[in-house]
């Protein structure tokens, strides 16, 4: 299967800064890319899509000042969370799909202090 | 609206025993409909997809089924191993509108020597 790659796994960060999450495609070619959020124990939630050389389409909800996403290449999206606080702590997971299957990268626990 | 509901949200068995796992979603007009393993902190492995015009795939110990009419999807794991304790996440692609892929809540599974 396609191979999803994040980074970082984990990050902490003092309340205020910002944080970058990368998700690259490394074995093909992703003109879009989903970022997700998960809660403890709960399912994942579709935050934003990610459209190469074009803007974010943002779900209902999510801030798209908080949550900068940045497609410059086929095989890297940036999520960067701007002016953390410690209620952006979560799991943040990407995803891009090869004939609509959805792979998923490693996953990134922030966790804001 | 889209969604997809997984039962039972968490099921705990003996090694060795057989098990079925049932996701069901609410509108017919889907893609595709997957199933992920997470072990705790980690991405989402896809272990198996079915097309909309398929009834089942197979892969290994685990056979999925897709009954498109009745909104429903059964992940089965023959003789279960300690190995395979996990949360286990169904998905459907629905084709209507945005093409967005809905997350069941999971199943967490615990299989004890």
């Known amino acids: 299967g396609a191979v999803v790659s994040q980074h970082p796994s984990w990050v902490i960060c003092k309340s205020g800064t910002s944080v970058k999450i990368e998700c690259r495609s490394l074995?093909?070619?992703?003109?879009?890319m989903f970022w997700y959020r998960q809660f403890p124990k709960q399912s994942l939630m579709l935050m934003a899509t990610s459209n190469e050389g074009s803007k974010a389409t943002y779900e209902q909800g999510v801030e798209k000042d908080k949550f900068l996403i940045n497609h410059a290449s086929l095989t890297l999206s940036t999520l960067t969370v701007t002016s953390a606080h410690p209620e952006d702590s979560s799991f943040y997971i990407c995803?891009?799909?090869?004939?609509?299957?959805?792979?998923f990268g490693q996953g990134t626990r922030l966790t804001v202090v | 609206k889209q969604e997809v509901t997984q039962i039972p949200a968490a099921l705990s068995v003996p090694e060795g025993e057989n098990l079925v796992l049932n996701c069901s979603f609410t509108?017919?007009?889907?893609?595709?409909l997957q199933w992920f393993r997470q072990d705790p902190g980690k991405g989402l492995t896809s272990l198996l997809l079915i097309q909309s015009s398929q009834r089942e795939q197979t892969s290994g110990r685990l056979n999925a089924s897709l009954d498109k009419s009745s909104g429903r999807s059964t992940l089965y794991i023959a003789a279960s191993q300690p190995g395979d304790s996990a949360t286990y996440l169904c998905a459907a692609l629905f084709s209507g509108g945005y093409n967005k892929l809905i997350f069941g809540a999971g199943t967490r599974l615990a299989v004890h020597p």
């Open positions: 995803s891009a799909r090869v004939d609509l299957e959805a792979f």
């Open positions: 509108d017919s007009a889907i893609y595709n």
């Open positions: 074995d093909f070619q992703a003109t879009t």
